[in-house]
């Protein structure tokens, strides 16, 4: 097993050298993120004694249950101590992967009640994302917690509290702001690659029926194999619909419809290269164009975002897209654009781009030169040539930059990794309570500026609506 490790380990070194060849134009910064993606590696194979054994539990286990907890496994010193879900069948499923002896529950509480459990995953659905972390934290558990951190705006300061209060290490999990792909673009901003930002376009579009939250409904979902009471216990009194459990998503009562889903990866990503704290004002419009299933939250929406000039960014705009019926098949992109070029981010890779302006002035071409008299033209002409060197009214060329993670890389695992170093060294996070609330907000703003038809200021320093 050790072996394997050590032979994948190498694998990867080598890899992380053949990108940085790629990358042979970056600044000298580049080999700072190469070296930092070579410590994490190193982690991974690194040794656990038994004392550093961590024991999980998990608070839902639907789809992002399981691919969280698979990944959660492969951290070394992680051991799975028990599985809360409401609905049976997940349960059943949860039995028939680790074991018919596993510890199971409807109960999240009575999860948190046991001693043999140091730190608890919640990926249950965003409504309970707020009370389940605080009870998790009261109750002495570390606390991986999917995104959105929070479901309403005024819960975020109740789980920064919480985390201060009961002093337990809290990690949001928006996997991404882990990848080597977004740290290596944050150095390339900072080393003034594209030179001075002022914007940030970030698109992410599905064209597919799950890719629009349709996803499969078991055979048996009824009142019973889901616990609807208890799943309505944080919201107003619903007759059971399985949409409203199996897509909460599509549903303001229980979901954050596509800005509280896929905004907050693109404004965490964002946030993460840009050291920025937030946008100080947000509006977002949406609509209904396809998915027409009962839900109402919309399929296609964007958000538009000012980010004021501070010490940590100049001022810039940024674009929200989300298109769950598009025809270019898909896409997921954060393009950041400055004075001096480009970066795409997509995934764990990134292009730059570069164009310049000349030093020059521009003069002639599609100019109202042309249209002077005869004369002057030729007068004004010789004055420019006599101004401007040909260097000086040139565009300066730089080379593209590609940067491609090495294969089998993989930031989820980044993301646990951080979170169960934290807990065994108490390094701080990556994400903490603070960080996902600072992407949370601006997301959840954007579902309160469609329904309300209104412009939202926010106060990114201090986090609060204004
Ligand atoms: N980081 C990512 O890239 C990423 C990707 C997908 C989903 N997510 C997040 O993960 C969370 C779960 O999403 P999903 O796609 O797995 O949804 P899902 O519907 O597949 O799973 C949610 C599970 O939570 C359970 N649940 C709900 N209320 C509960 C309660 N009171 N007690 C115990 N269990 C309860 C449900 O039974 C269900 O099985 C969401 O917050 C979502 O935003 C994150």
Redesign the pocket.
Known sequence: MRNDNSASRRRFLQQIGATSMLAAAAPLQSLSAKEKAEERVLRYDRKISTGDTIRLGV???????HIDLETALKVPGVQLAGI????TG?LENAKEMYGKDLYTT?N?KDLLDRPDIDAVLI????V??ARMTIDALAKGKHVYI???MVYKINEGPQVIEAQKKYNKVLQV???RVSSIGLAKAKELLAAGEIGKLNMVNAVYDRQSSIGAWE?TIPKDADAST?DWE??IEVTDKMTFDAKK??W?RAFKQVGTGVA??LFI?LLSGTHLITNSLGPESIYSTGQFSHWKDGRDMPDVMAGVMQYPDCPEHPAFQMTLQVNFISGTGGQQIIRLIGSEGTIDVNGNNLTVKHSYMPEAPGFGGYDSVFTFPKAMQEEMQREYEAKWTPEQRRRRTKPDITFAAPKGYSEHLDHFTNFFDAIRTGKPVVEDATFGFRAAAPSLACNESYFKKKIINWDPVNMKLK
Do not use: M, N
């Open positions: 608070i839902g286990f639907g789809v992002q249950g809360c879900d409401l609905y997940r409807r999240y990926a249950s659905t965003d309970w994302h999917e995104k959105p999990g928006s996997q996803y889901t208890r799943f459990f199996f909460w509280g889903d990866h």
